[in-house]
């Protein structure tokens, strides 16, 4: 790895006084301390010149105003100072593009990332974004960005990075809606501590592909027990399916599990907030496994259906005082279970963040070392999905068994099918 700069950028324009100072949003405060790292990987043999990147960031930055500034001690309270994020360019040596989508190991994944923020934990004190592009030898490029979580949830990341390559090209986006200033100011009462998320490099994490013609089989087999269920719904369970399968044969024995599923709530408001609504604004339902009857593919499709029907479609305000209410009982969901967390990206947008150099052949979040964690994404066409898993290895190696009926052709090549869905 070949350093080639490394620097702060800060917003083109000082953000005005009024709004140098304020608190974090209830829901950002609730939010584990964690970075979001996100690879976008290109083809492209054209490189464009970093100072586009980095002049395009700046004007970014100035709608995106948070981002640039700086967590206090307390922990709730953003001084939009303008101190900048962290950006670098580098280059990889001897190692091809080719190469890094074949094993795209997490060795090789941490040289992508200025250093030290691959999955950082707090904040405080820190950059919140951090920002790298890396040079692949004979051509080729990767784009990664991390953010931290207290500022900005998947959906808002997602139109950050649409805004950022935008401007690359000269188009204006309309200005994002800060939540955290927007919302109203809720406290929650009681002192949150500065939860972080337990990683361990014993943790496996295995990249999967369910193309078209595999969810319609899945939909196939819950037919008559579950009306329309989306391709989300059906991947999800069939995961959730698998992991408990696994952890059964692992233990030889059946142990009562929960599946905590987030959701974006920006359109289930009344009346719905904006799509470019910057800040945390998912929440959460569970679906809960108390005995091995329950563990049939159309009960677990049932249950998620019934979660994400039932989960507040309602006012902002009641809905935020809601929440309140029920945040100091999340603990509970960690006693004598297994817990599995999943999430939907919607990885579809990544394949249209072009910065000039057309769009990315692949982009998706970096290993995850916390276990009994779903993360998916839309497949490039739309129509299938890719799933980031990450459990204890020998947990891993009887999933791999139980799901691998259901997942693309040459799986075990572990790219094969995500570069050929790409194509």
């Known amino acids: 790895m070949e350093i080639i700069a490394q620097e702060i950028i800060g917003p083109s324009t000082p953000t005005p006084n009024h709004l140098k100072t304020f608190k974090l ?17 290109y083809e492209s043999r054209t490189v464009t010149c970093s100072d586009v990147l980095k002049k395009s960031l700046s004007e970014t930055l100035t709608k995106y105003y948070p981002f640039a500034g700086r967590l206090m001690e307390d922990g709730i309270t953003v001084d939009c100072n303008d101190e900048g994020v962290v950006f670098v360019e580098a280059r990889i040596i001897g190692c091809r593009l080719s190469d890094f989508l074949q094993n795209p190991k997490y060795e090789a994944q941490i040289l992508l990332f200025p250093e030290g923020y691959l999955w950082k934990g707090s904040c405080v004190g820190y950059s919140f974004l951090a920002a790298q592009v890396t040079y692949f030898e004979c051509g080729g490029m990767a784009l990664t960005i991390s953010v931290s979580h207290k500022v ?18 000269g188009e204006v986006r309309p200005t994002p809606m800060i939540l955290a200033t927007s919302l109203p ?29 595999n969810i319609t089989r899945l939909k196939q087999s819950v037919t008559g027990l579950v009306e329309n269920p989306t391709k989300i719904t059906l991947v999800t369970a069939l995961l959730y399916k698998c992991a408990i399968t696994a952890s059964t044969r692992k233990t030889g024995s059946f142990k009562n599990s929960t599946l905590i599923q987030l959701v974006n709530m920006r359109r289930r408001m009344k009346p719905p907030l904006p799509d470019n609504s910057i800040g945390n604004f998912t929440w959460y339902f569970t679906t809960s496994n108390r005995h091995q009857s329950e563990t049939n593919l159309g009960h677990i499709v049932t249950q998620l259906k019934k979660g994400i029907k039932e ?38 947008s990544f394949y249209q963040m072009n910065f000039g150099w057309g769009n990315p052949k692949w982009g998706t979040i970096a290993d995850v070392l916390v276990k009994n964690t779903f993360i998916l994404y839309d497949t490039p066409d739309g129509y299938g999905v890719e799933a980031v898993v990450s459990l204890e290895d020998e947990h891993m190696k009887l999933f791999n068994e139980e799901v691998t009926d259901y997942v693309s052709s040459n799986q075990n090549s572990k790219f094969a099918s995500l570069t050929r869905s790409r194509i």
């Open 25 to 41: 949003s209830l829901l950002d405060q609730l939010t584990l301390h964690s970075y979001s790292p996100i690879i976008l990987v």
């Open 152 to 169: 900005t949830d998947g959906p808002s990341l997602g139109i950050f990075l649409s805004d950022w390559a935008a401007n690359t090209h």
């Open 185 to 213: 100011n809720l406290d929650l009462a009681y002192t949150m501590p500065e939860i972080e998320l337990e990683m361990s490099e014993a943790i496996v994490t295995e990249r999967y592909v369910f193309d078209a013609q």
């Open 311 to 348: 989960l507040g479609v309602s006012g902002l305000d009641d809905w935020l005082l809601g929440v309140r209410e029920s945040a100091n009982s999340v603990k509970e969901l960690f006693d004598n279970l297994d817990v599995y967390r999943c999430s939907h990206m919607r990885g579809g």
